[in-house]
């Protein structure tokens, strides 16, 4: 994900959540994330256009983020 958040920095804005604590519970399960390691792609008012669920390549994130950024 660092190599992702150096390319898309200006465009995009990273946030990683530890799930293990409590307090962050409430995000996971508002955005439907279940399981681990979860992405969620959210546009500028926070809804989510993108869910992904399991381990994902820096390849394939980068397709989909490029075709949210354009």
């Known amino acids: 994900m660092d190599g992702l958040e150096a390319e898309y920095g200006e465009q995009v804005n990273f946030v990683r959540l530890n799930v293990e604590i409590p307090a962050n519970e409430s ?13 969620a792609i959210l546009d500028a008012d926070g809804a989510m256009v993108q869910g992904v ?17 354009q």
Do not use: M
Not at 27 to 39: D, E, K, T
Not at 53 to 69: K, Q, S
């Open 53 to 69: 669920f399991g381990a994902e390549t820096a390849e394939n994130l980068r397709l989909i983020l490029d075709e949210i950024v």
């Open 27 to 39: 995000i996971q399960q508002s955005y439907g994330l279940r399981g681990h390691p979860a992405v």
